[in-house]
T-cell receptor, first 116, second 115 residues
Framework: AQSVSQHNHHVILSEAASLELGCNYS??????LFWYVQYPGQHLQLLLK??????LVKGIKGFEAEFIKSKFSFNLRKPSVQWSDTAEYFCAVNGWRGSTLGRLYFGRGTQLTVWP | EAQVTQNPRYLITVTGKKLTVTCSQNMNHEYMSWYRQDPGLGLRQIYYSMNVEVTDKGDVPEGYKVSRKEKRNFPLILESPSPNQTSLYFCASSFNQKGPGQPQHFGDGTRLSIL
């Protein structure tokens, strides 16, 4: 089975601080990479995705992520967080060929708390 | 409005009493999937369906059944629920999973408590 690692379980920041959440995955083939956000009591929403092209992808709400193939990483960044960014963030990976077709693998999530 | 609808949103029940969680999408998506979310474990895939009458196991299929008789519906069935199936369940759908960059759209979740 493929695995997705999110290194930080809980991150606490003050407003305007910069954010970087780490994500590493184990699958060596062609992948789609996603970051989802889950606000308290809500369903998952897509922040951004990568499947090809420019390894630096921009998403909603000022988030961006960089795909580094050699490091199997897809870290999420935001230059200046806001109180409203308090949520749980999930990295997810799927392969759309071969044995991983149809499968989506999630990391365990990172809870971000932003203090005003 | 494009959406994935799950019912019920909350359910408390007892061990052994069969239950079904319904999932319906109005986007004509081929692909649908079920996940459970547990604290510290993230989301784990239970079953998925690439299209009508095509279903397959995810990482944690034990104790669950699914069916895909129509494109829009993908119910999750717990024939004999047990307390270890107490969890938050999400249904998701996407256009298909045959090509790159297909994000999944998630329902609002169903919180199940099995006593």
């Amino acid at each position: 089975a493929q695995s997705v690692s999110q290194h930080n379980h809980h991150v606490i920041l003050s407003e305007a601080a910069s954010l970087e959440l780490g994500c590493n995955y184990s699958y060596g083939g062609t992948v789609n990479l996603f970051w989802y956000v889950q606000y308290p009591g809500q369903h998952l929403q897509l922040l951004l995705k990568y499947f090809s092209g420019d390894p630096l992808v921009k998403g909603i709400k000022g988030f961006e992520a960089e795909f580094i193939k050699s490091k199997f990483s897809f870290n999420l960044r935001k230059p200046s967080v806001q109180w409203s960014d308090t949520a749980e963030y999930f990295c997810a990976v799927n392969g759309w060929r071969g044995s991983t077709l149809g499968r989506l693998y999630f990391g365990r999530g990172t809870q971000l708390t932003v203090w005003p | 409005e494009a959406q994935v609808t799950q019912n019920p949103r909350y359910l408390i029940t007892v061990t052994g009493k069969k239950l079904t969680v319904t999932c319906s999408q109005n986007m004509n998506h081929e692909y649908m999937s079920w996940y459970r979310q547990d604290p510290g474990l993230g989301l784990r895939q239970i079953y998925y369906s690439m299209n009508v009458e095509v279903t397959d196991k995810g990482d944690v299929p034990e104790g669950y059944k699914v069916s895909r008789k129509e494109k829009r519906n993908f119910p999750l069935i717990l024939e004999s629920p047990s307390p270890n199936q107490t969890s938050l369940y999400f249904c998701a759908s996407s256009f298909n999973q045959k090509g790159p960059g297909q994000p999944q759209h998630f329902g609002d979740g169903t919180r199940l408590s099995i006593l």
